[in-house]
């Protein structure tokens, strides 16, 4: 949703050019990404996301960002969530574009690009979820769209009270599980299970689908989804709760 491109069109922007606009710089201390990389502590700069999405002209209605990933995760900004947190595409990594980086201090690239942040702070906390940065690696493509497309297809179809518990599911599984698992063109298919795969499971059974929420090697020692060892009983049920209510296909 950019003015004057039609919305089928992918839009390059060359490197030289995005380091010619207004750059910020931070230093990234433990970041789980980089805590992956061995570099505990690096120094990053690059340009602010909505400061880009103004100068390349991006449509008043996009109120949402996707960053795509080559692992075919993605990290959905809302505009509430860039408001907040200010997210920043990184360009360099301590003076050098990621690739030289990565070389020199025999770390996987995490470029072409990545998404961090000056000072993340959460601004809302449900159940035990608390508000999360999203911090996609290895990206290749900003989608500037709605969260009508992103959100409407894995929106509870029934009549909910907004303090519900499926209600409160479906706001962190909108911050967290829509990252890896999708729902037709909605969301990361890096997990390559759907939104109706998994709601499957957690009608079948509920207790191995909050055991895998919340510590997927208890249920299977070979698993590579992250855990969510802060999440309490309360938060797994109504995480539960929502993807029950989801419809199967
Ligand atoms: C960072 C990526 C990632 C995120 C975020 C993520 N998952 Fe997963 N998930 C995976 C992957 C990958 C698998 C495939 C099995 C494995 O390697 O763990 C998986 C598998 C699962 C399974 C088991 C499916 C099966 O076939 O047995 C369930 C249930 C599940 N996820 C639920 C969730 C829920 C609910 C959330 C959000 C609270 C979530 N996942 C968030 C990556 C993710």
Redesign the pocket.
Known sequence: MISGISPTTHWFIPYQSLLSLPQVETTIIEDVNFSELHAPKINVSGVELSELAHIIGVLANSDMTTALCIDR?QSQLPSEFVAAHHPILVLKINGLPTSQWAKQTKNEDPGPFLITYLDFKPSFKILAHQDMPQEPTEMFLLDFGTQNEHFGPITPSGQFASDSPVMKGFA??KE??L???NQGAAG?T????TWS??AA??RRNPVE?AD??RN?QKV?A?????G?PTYDQPTLAA?TAY?QAFPSE
């Open positions: 995760y962190i599984a967290n599980c990252r890896c698992h990361g890096k997990s390559g299970r795969n998994i499971i957690a689908f895998y929420v997927p299977d070979k698993a590579t989804m992250p969510n995480i993807f």
